[in-house]
């Protein structure tokens, strides 16, 4: 597509509930990542694929977060059992490759997820 | 662990002024990436200029450029002839070079400063 698109744009569910977030790279990307955007702060890093592989998911702040790529293209990031301090900016961005003249990340519009 | 400080949570410049916005990092590697990010309203993520740790050149991108000072470990950001579109949250990112090289294997994750809201004022 002609941008990482992300969906849905905007998220309200009740505290305990499960939330899947979904992540559309720019075809042909191979690297993509996941962060955390609270209001007024910049973005954390939440996790990375290369292709279908997660290669580091170090950012993850605990066991109710996972995420997946199972054909090395589209992502889903999963919160389980959500809780109000989920309640964020979840941003998906892809790089072409892991090469050093493709560094730059391009950045999804975000799931603005709220838990109420 | 690097940390990036953008000490300036708020700036305003009037039209057509220059102004510039303050970036420090604290890394022990040697080999790394700076970025700028604006983030307009609309809340889109969009790159605006980046430096390779490895030159010395200052990067420029039109009206954008960047004063780098590696032994300071400071990545400035200087606009000049301010535009009202110019109008968002700037934030400084930092990445480092993965393990096994640039073509190698490790993620290129960006550590983020809390960034600087910018006002261009008519």
């Known amino acids: 597509g002609a941008g990482v698109s992300q969906s849905p744009r905007y998220k309200v569910t009740k505290r305990g509930q499960d939330v899947a977030l979904r992540c559309d790279p720019i075809?042909?990307?191979?690297?993509l990542y996941w962060y955390r955007q609270a209001l007024g702060q910049g973005p954390e890093f939440l996790t990375y694929?290369?292709?279908?592989?997660?290669?580091?998911k170090s950012g993850l702040p605990n066991d109710r977060f996972s995420a997946e790529r199972p054909e090395g293209s589209i992502s889903t990031l999963t919160i389980q059992r959500t809780e109000q301090r989920d309640s964020a900016m979840y941003r998906c961005?892809?790089?072409?490759?892991?090469?050093?003249?493709?560094?730059?990340?391009?950045f999804g519009q975000g799931t603005r997820l709220t838990v109420v | 662990a690097q940390t990036v400080t953008q000490s300036q949570p708020e700036m305003s410049v009037q039209e057509a002024e220059t102004v510039t916005l303050s970036c420090t990092y604290d890394?022990?590697?040697?080999?790394?990436?700076l970025f700028w990010y604006k983030q307009p309203p609309s809340r889109q993520m969009i790159l605006v200029i980046r430096q390779e740790a490895y030159k010395q050149q200052n990067a420029t991108e039109n009206r954008f450029s960047v004063n780098f000072q590696k032994a300071a470990k400071s990545f400035s950001l200087k606009i000049s002839d301010s535009q009202l579109g110019d109008t968002a949250m700037y934030f400084c990112a930092f990445m480092k070079q993965p393990r096994g090289g640039y073509s190698g294997a490790g993620s290129y994750q960006l550590t983020f400063g809390k960034g600087t809201k910018l006002s261009v004022i008519p």
């Open positions: 961005a892809s790089s072409f490759s892991r090469g050093a003249l493709n560094t730059e990340a391009f």
């Open positions: 694929f290369n292709y279908e592989a997660q290669q580091d």
């Open positions: 075809s042909g990307h191979v690297s």
């Open positions: 890394t022990s590697e040697s080999n790394y990436y």
